[in-house]
């Protein structure tokens, strides 16, 4: 394995991780839409404007999977993570619509040695997306798995 910038000892507990900006856009938006979840909200602007979402939206779907690619931009994909073992769970606080633009941030909660893989840990973190107007969008809190940079050497 080549060597990764982020093993298991590089998440300090209170610790937190830039994620970086997304622009939504109405296209990809109702591309994904389209796909997997084709509810007029998610569809169609005047659908959206008549909802109680106030425009076209992300379908909460689309927002979980625009915060995972923010994260591996960020740091997941040079790591040593082995996966996760599940997502606590999930918020979804206000709609994202077309137009807006996403920041993140990941928060380390808590960290631990796996007890039958010494050379794994688990680092449970809490992310958080905004929109323009600093409004929390987004909220999720999971447990990822990573190597130390001992095993992965």
Known sequence: MTQKKWAYEDFPEGGTLDL?????TAAELIAFASEF??????????????????????SGWHICSMFMRMMCDAFLLDSTSQG??????????????AGDTLTGRS???AKRTSRSRPNLGFVTMRAELFNQRGECVFE??????????????
């Open 140 to 153: 999720l809190e999971n447990t990822g798995m990573f190597l130390t940079r001992e095993a992965a050497a």
């Open 107 to 109: 928060t380390i909660l």
């Open 37 to 58: 979840d084709a509810q007029p909200m998610h569809l169609d602007e005047e659908a959206g404007k008549a909802s109680i979402l106030g425009g076209l939206s992300a």
């Open 84 to 97: 996760s073992p599940g997502i606590d769970y999930t918020r979804w606080k206000k709609p994202v619509l």
């Open 20 to 24: 970086g900006t997304k622009q939504v």
